[in-house]
């Protein structure tokens, strides 16, 4: 999602400066690659990319299609094969001895449409469905479309699949067969960015708001001491608050892809935040400190009446982040970003070295 947003806000920059542009999807993998469906990169006609299609090593011969996409104002679609051992007369030495098809589209005034659908989704917090089109047989390509504009494509079967898609919440390739020709379609489910909100504004959180816009994720910074909690510590924060736990919660925005950590080293807030999140439903709450300040804070509640269920105690991560052996803050931000992803993603950490199925397929 953050490569989205990144996509977004560059195509509105090249374009004021009347930039010709491209748009480089990955659209279909074979064996393995550094990157999966879905991995885009958009490309100017003066050489900048934003967004990555591998871990390198496409990226070279990549801006040369893209150019030529550009200048022939026409859609291109490019297979790398490097299951050759002998990849290196590809010129690009991919070293994942896969087969990987992107898509390359010249982005016009017609696609601003597109772009502006982007806009919107990305400030949805829903899953969302994007489409790509592609034709491996040297036919037409649909390129990439909103799910909006699905509709005016009057394939029952395509609209099957993507309600399938969003059913099982899992991104998939379907072939059509339309008047024309075969039509290989990638349809991608999109989940929203994590959300953190950070309770708490010592120094301590900066790694952690910092860390996890770096990832991409939503960050909120909440306390009750306004000379903590400002622009001026936490200058490119999503959203600040201050106040009272009781005041502050019913502000907060919380969903499934919600992550709140509890950092204030201040006892009583952190029982009265909890005091006011226990009416609601959360997938992750992170606190700071060793296992009986969990055990204090929740015997406390249960003393105030305040009963937490079994399921919202499983979602209770205290104390908060992976054993990594992390000492500093951020360390600590480290192993806490790690952890919010695995429950996230609903994955088990372990070694990759150990993990007997393919890196991206899910456990």
Known sequence: MKELADIVQAFEQMVQEKQRIALATVVHVEGSSYRRPGARMLVSEDGRYIGAIS????????????????????????????????????????????????????????????????????????PQ?????????????????????????????????????????KSAHIEINTDTAQQEVYVEYILPPVSIIIVGAGNDTIPLESMARQIG???????????????????????????????????????????????????????????????????????????????????????????????QIKHIYGPTGLALGAETSAEIALSVCAEIMAVMENRTPIHLRDQLTPIHSKQ
């Not at 790509?132 to 609209?159: D, M, V």
């Open 129 to 169: 469905i994007l489409v790509t089109g592609f034709n491996r047989n040297h036919g037409e390509h649909w390129g990439t479309l909103l799910h909006s504009q699905i509709a005016a494509i009057e394939l029952p079967i395509l609209q099957e699949e993507v309600q399938r898609v969003l059913a099982q919440k």
């Open 217 to 311: 994720w939503e960050t909120t910074v909440v306390d009750g001491r306004p000379t903590h909690a400002n622009a001026q510590r936490f200058a490119k924060v999503s959203r600040i608050l201050v106040g009272k736990p009781e005041l502050v919660v019913p502000q907060l925005l919380i969903d499934d892809r919600t992550a709140i950590v509890l950092m204030t080293h201040n006892y009583n807030y952190d029982l009265a935040f909890l005091q006011a999140i226990q009416a609601y439903t959360f997938s992750y709450i992170g606190l700071l400190g060793p296992s009986a300040k969990r055990d204090r804070l929740l015997k406390d509640l249960k003393a105030q009446g305040v009963l937490f269920s079994e399921t």
């Open 55 to 126: 871990g390198g090593c496409l990226e070279g011969d990549a801006l040369r299609k893209a150019a030529l996409a550009i200048s022939q104002g026409k859609k291109k679609l490019v297979v790398y094969d490097t299951t050759d051992e002998d990849d290196a007369k590809l010129g690009v030495q991919l070293g994942c001895n896969g087969i990987v098809s992107i898509l390359f589209e010249p982005m016009d005034t017609d696609h601003h449409a597109l772009i502006q659908g982007l806009k919107e989704m990305l400030l949805m917090r829903s």
